[in-house]
């Protein structure tokens, strides 16, 4: 299956790629997990215990915006969502190296959020680029 138009779904709903901030999308797929790793003493051959699960990270900015497309973009996340507290969000995600898309449940660290200037004729908030991390369980 190739490329469909979106690099991320949460839930069912597709994040349109126009939120994301030019050049700011990185996709670490597949990444190997080792247990245990080590050189024999005898033939220097190395022995890795891997873990036959890997994962994937995720890393991209969004754009600048105000507060009203800021709400926005958090309500398509929040479509993803299985466990707030652990900020786990179920995501679909299209993977490079294997050209298809996967699914997986990730970990979203806190998020900052820096403010660059306030609108009093508008009442809204303008927002620098937002940092999203995804980290696979």
């Known amino acids: 299956m190739a490329y469909k138009g979106y690099l991320l779904k949460f839930g069912t709903k597709e994040l349109p790629n126009?939120?994301?901030?030019?050049?700011s999308y990185s996709i670490t797929p597949n990444q190997r997990t080792e247990l245990e790793a080590y050189r024999d003493q005898n033939t220097n051959k190395l022995h890795r215990e891997t873990i036959p699960y890997p994962k994937t990270k995720i890393?991209?900015?969004?754009?600048?915006?105000?507060?009203?497309e800021k709400i926005a973009f958090q309500n398509i996340l929040k479509n993803g969502l299985v466990n707030a507290l652990q900020r786990k969000y179920n995501v679909e995600y299209y993977d490079p190296e294997e050209n298809t898309y996967k699914t997986g449940e990730f970990y979203i660290p806190?998020?900052?959020?820096?403010?660059?200037?306030?609108?009093?004729e508008t009442n809204q908030v303008l927002f620098n680029k937002?940092?999203?991390a995804l980290i696979e369980y």
């Open 18 to 23: 126009d939120y994301l901030a030019y050049d």
């Open 59 to 68: 890393d991209c900015e969004t754009h600048v915006m105000y507060e009203d």
């Open 110 to 120: 806190d998020t900052p959020f820096k403010i660059i200037r306030t609108d009093d």
């Open 130 to 132: 937002i940092r999203l």
